[in-house]
């Protein structure tokens, strides 16, 4: 298998709306490449995107393992746990998230949604 082949089409799928079919060009890729985190992040985001949060949550959660300073994997998770109704446990990687890079708003007005939604979390 040509993985540059296969990862170049799985991102033309992403690209172009379809995720799920992302996903399944990805699969074999970080199976062959545990360690590539770029296959690995672009893998999660097609989870995301279609809807299998938990499979998103299995990849995200590998990859803030490996690297805690990836403010991108932990709002990602941070959204993932969200979406799964978790928001106690969301906090946490959006709150890590927004620590990080303060100045991105995506990352700011995720963390006052889920706030909100804990009571303060405090």
Known sequence: MDLLAEYRRATMFFETGDPAGAARLLEPIVEAEPGNSSVRQLLARAYFQSAQLNRAEEQLRELVD????????????GRT?????????????LRIAAAMYATNTDYTTALRRVEGRVGGGR
């Open 66 to 77: 490996r690297d805690p300073s990836d403010h991108y994997a932990h709002h990602v998770l």
């Open 81 to 93: 746990l969200e979406r799964l109704n978790r928001h106690v446990d969301a906090l946490r990687h």
